[in-house]
């Protein structure tokens, strides 16, 4: 389908890309002192809501001009629901550190906002199908990420206090992204059809 510029799902598609490549920027910034501290061949491993966020604004600006990317897609459906829901639970299992009140602001608003990246992801669901070596693959990356930033250290700056706890949680959540991505893709699930312009838009990107 050919897009108009005037076009309201063409707009809206780019303002998700500008957004989010907006959340990349600041993510770097956040991660400052992360990546600081690690060598830059490990940076792909500690960037992850701001990489994460580049992908989702890469699978739609590639779905935008019809040359959707399954890969780049089903990657960032993953990872923008482990990480939404990774920050989500970090920041309430060690709200004593987060939601301190000097500090509690800038949390509750990356609160909300990674809820919006939890709907991004599944936004992405079920757009196209995933093959097993697809889901063994990036199943593969996601849990090795999670092994680099528990076993060597890429994790974001959280505190020490119950670190195993948020290392089994952070798997947990892994295998759960993973495997809604994959039955979605499997199902073709669809959970936007009740909303008629969402519904529309990702008809218009993804059809």
């Not at 993510?27 to 501290?37: E, F, H, V």
């Not at 482990?82 to 608003?109: C, D, H, M, R």
């Not at 999670?146 to 076993?151: A, N, R």
């Amino acid at each position: 389908m050919k897009y108009s510029v005037d076009s309201v799902f063409f707009k809206a598609a780019v303002a998700l890309i500008l957004i989010n490549l907006g959340a990349a920027i600041y993510g770097i910034y956040y991660y400052d002192t992360l990546l600081a501290k690690t060598d830059p061949p490990l940076w792909v491993f500690a960037l992850d809501s701001p990489l994460h966020a580049f992908l989702f604004a890469a699978a739609i600006g590639l779905a935008l001009v019809k040359k959707a990317n399954n890969w780049i897609t089903h990657l960032a459906a993953i990872g923008c629901i482990k990480y939404g829901l990774w920050t989500i639970f970090v920041v309430l299992f060690q709200s004593e550190y987060f939601l301190a009140p000097s500090v509690a602001p800038q949390y509750i608003f990356l609160f909300v906002a990674h809820i919006g990246q939890i709907i991004q992801g599944l936004f992405l669901v079920g757009t196209k199908r995933m093959g097993i070596a697809m889901l063994l693959i990036l199943g593969g990356w996601t849990l090795l990420n999670d092994y680099m930033d528990y076993g060597i250290g890429t994790h974001p700056m959280i505190a020490e206090k119950g670190l195993e706890t948020v290392a089994a949680g952070t798997v947990l959540i892994s295998l759960v992204s993973i495997a809604v991505v994959f039955y979605g893709a499997e199902k073709r699930i669809n959970l936007f059809k009740p909303f008629p312009f969402l519904g529309g838009l990702r008809a218009h990107l993804f059809d």
